[in-house]
């Protein structure tokens, strides 16, 4: 089983806060990290947040994280059609390897 | 501009054939990896190399081999004995100077024909 664990798919609608969640299992890792990948690209950094952290806000992203039940969720405030992607939540191993979940994809509707 | 590159961006193997990914940074990271992505799947870690001259297998090295002669490149060669190569390769780069950060390529198709 993984490691990383995200629910699948994600549907909202244009203006809406989008909320996608995540789950761990590694409690010594030190940074979580939130990528998103668009149709047939690589893998963008959105944002990351240190474990000793619970909360990070970067524009309309906020990152929140409970690391006593190892859960890490990624808000998008006011979800555009440039969101719609699918997003990647994953934790560091001790030596440099990150652990990543299946992703979640996000449609955004008019 | 500094970044990771990978090429081909697409690329067609018969059946039987080796192919060689190639993957360059000018990011000056001292790590380097190879993940692979299958259609609705995480990414999976091939080989990663902390240093030039090292590298250690990850979760799926069955059927790949790699080499970092040089720390500005880290090439995948999927051999023949990877018995399902189709998929989308994903080479990436980190270094302690960035927070250990891990930045991504822009990923290389290969499917088998």
């Known amino acids: 089983g993984e490691d990383v664990e995200q629910s699948l798919f994600l549907s909202v609608r244009e203006g809406d806060s989008s909320v996608i969640n995540c789950t761990y299992t590694d409690s010594s890792s030190t940074y979580l990290y939130w990528y998103k990948q668009e149709p047939g690209a690589g893998l963008q950094l959105l944002t990351y947040?240190?474990?000793?952290?619970d909360m990070k806000q970067d524009q309309r992203l906020t990152v929140l994280l409970n690391k006593k039940d190892k859960h890490l969720s990624l808000r998008i405030a006011d979800t555009q059609t440039g969101d719609s992607a699918i997003y990647f939540c994953a934790e560091n191993s001790p030596n440099y390897k990150l652990s990543f979940g299946a992703g979640t994809t996000v449609t955004v509707r008019a | 501009d500094g970044g990771i590159t990978q090429s081909p961006k697409y690329l067609f193997r018969k059946e039987g054939q080796n192919v060689t990914l190639s993957c360059e940074q000018n990011?000056?990271?001292?790590?380097m990896y190879w993940y692979r992505q299958d259609p609705g799947q995480g990414l999976r870690l091939i080989y990663y190399?902390?240093?030039?001259?090292?590298?250690q297998k990850g979760d799926i090295a069955e059927g790949y081999s790699v080499s970092r002669e040089k720390k500005e490149s880290f090439p995948l060669t999927v051999t023949s004995a990877q018995k399902n190569p189709t998929a989308f390769y994903l080479c990436?780069?980190?270094?302690?100077?960035?927070?250990?950060?891990?930045?991504f390529g822009e990923g290389s198709w290969l499917t088998v024909v």
């Open positions: 990436a780069s980190s270094s302690p100077n960035s927070g250990n950060t891990i930045y």
């Open positions: 947040i240190f474990s000793n952290m």
């Open positions: 990011l000056n990271h001292d790590a």
């Open positions: 190399s902390q240093i030039v001259n090292d590298f």
